[in-house]
């Protein structure tokens, strides 16, 4: 072996670890935020809300061109969105559309997000979303540790989604059950001091198609009321949403129902949240600078 081969094979590591473009988990998430400053949006809400088909969701919307003003820019996590989004798709053989649970135990899930307004004005932008199982928020609205549990992952965090699912508040046993539990979780984290004065809360009833199919509009308006009225205040931000991101066959609501909104509200204005920035794999460095342009933002 000559001299050169030698230099060489000392420098090459034995594994180079590249990433999957699966859902980052919270590594993944610091190493974003250490190349540029991202908006990190938590998605919170009981099994089956509805929490993983709004992110798929919003990765469809960019698949089919300019979305509430912005143009996609690129996305560490594509094949995480291609996963979440297969038992939509046709291909899946489905009769109807569907989202595979998200498994307890797995943690937090990352989906990354760059986009760049319509006009081009401004640098691009990323936004991340958590999501994970809802069977955790199951027992979340009573424990006060479960609750306190929460702090350094909210923390972490530019705005917190709580969402209700409107297919329950359309079914008369469990209309109050869904009511209040949302409100409950809210104010646990209101009251411990997890969430507070410079806290962004989105507070969003999912599955509003079947509002709509089941004409109650009212009651619906009055959870999102009784919600601003009591917590709005304590907050630095409290926004409320009606969002059909994927509305049943036959709905007269189109597909993305008030997602538009709620991506607005995300995407500004951005806030690089507090945590603890690892060092970036040259990898991710090139692939960040390349989705951000010249000025890389
Ligand atoms: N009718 C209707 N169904 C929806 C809507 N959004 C989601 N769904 C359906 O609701 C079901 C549950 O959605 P998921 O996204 O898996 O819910 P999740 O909150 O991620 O559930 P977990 O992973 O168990 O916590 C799926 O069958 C979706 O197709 C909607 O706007 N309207
Ligand atoms: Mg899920």
């Not at 001091?193 to 009651?219: C, N, P, R, T």
Request: a positive charge.
């Amino acid at each position: 072996m000559t001299d050169t081969e030698n230099e060489i094979t000392d420098e090459v590591p034995e594994w180079i670890s590249l990433h999957t473009g699966d859902a980052l988990n919270g590594d993944g998430l610091e190493n974003i935020g250490a190349a540029h400053p991202m908006q990190v949006v938590m998605l919170l809400g009981p099994k089956r809300v509805g929490k993983t088909t709004l992110l798929a969701e919003f990765h469809n919307r960019f698949l089919c061109g300019p979305f509430a003003g912005f143009l996609f820019a690129g996305s560490l996590t594509l094949p995480g969105f291609e996963h979440r989004c297969y038992l939509s798709r046709t291909t899946s053989r489905m009769e109807k559309p569907d989202t595979r649970r998200t498994p307890l135990g797995s943690g937090v899930h990352y989906f990354h997000l760059a986009v760049r307004d319509s006009a081009l004005n401004d640098p691009i932008r990323h936004v991340v979303i958590g999501d994970a199982s809802g069977e955790r928020f199951r027992t979340l609205h009573m424990n006060r540790e479960d609750v306190l549990s929460m702090k350094p992952l909210l923390a972490a965090m530019g705005r917190t989604v709580f969402m209700v699912d409107g297919r329950h508040l359309a079914n008369p046993v469990k209309k109050q059950q869904a009511r209040t539990r949302a409100r409950v979780l809210v104010r646990s984290l209101i009251e411990t001091e997890v969430l507070g004065a410079d806290s962004m809360i989105d507070f969003v009833i999912s599955k509003w198609d079947y509002v709509v199919e089941h004409q109650i509009e009212d009651f619906a308006e009055a959870v999102l009321k009784e919600a601003q009225d009591s917590y709005a205040s304590a907050v630095r931000e409290f926004a409320i949403h009606r969002v059909s991101a994927r509305p049943s066959i036959g709905s007269k609501l189109e597909k993305g129902f008030g997602m538009a909104g709620l991506f607005q509200a995300w995407v500004r204005p951005i806030r690089t949240p507090h945590i603890k920035l690892a060092k970036v794999p040259e990898t991710s460095r090139s692939f960040l600078r390349n989705v951000g342009g010249q000025n890389g933002s």
